[in-house]
């Protein structure tokens, strides 16, 4: 079992800026790729960015040029900074990662955490 653990979410204005971390009980260079989804109530859980190991990233069209993710491997963290914050934003954001094993990808999740964007 692989443990992530969000923190940083919180309640900030239109406009704002925060920056959620996610830590990885492990080496994050282990995981084939690790990303940032989010969901929002009464709607399905979407994929809002993702890092490979590579470095390579990928970005929900809605959030490029506001968001990045980026990751340390010294930390065993990926964080998804989070600028110029609009009220659609708001959802929980969970954080995964996809580790390659001998019987195939496995899919961990964090617990969540809740991003509150007021207008």
């Known amino acids: 079992q692989v443990q992530l653990v969000e923190s940083g979410g919180g309640l900030v204005q239109a406009g704002g800026s925060l920056r959620l971390s996610c830590a990885a009980a492990?080496?994050?260079?282990?995981?084939?790729?690790m990303g940032w989804y989010r969901q929002a109530p009464g709607k399905e859980r979407e994929l809002v960015a993702v890092i490979n190991r590579a470095g390579s990233t990928n970005y929900l069209d809605s959030v490029k040029g506001r968001f990045s993710i980026s990751g340390d491997n010294a930390k065993n963290t990926v964080y998804l900074q989070m600028n110029s914050l609009k009220p659609e934003d708001t959802a929980v954001y969970y954080c995964?990662?996809?580790?390659?094993?001998?019987?195939?990808?496995?899919?961990?999740w964090g617990q969540g955490t809740q991003v509150t964007v007021s207008s």
């Open positions: 995964n990662a996809d580790l390659l094993t001998s019987l195939g990808t496995r899919r961990y």
């Open positions: 492990r080496n994050i260079v282990s995981f084939t790729a």
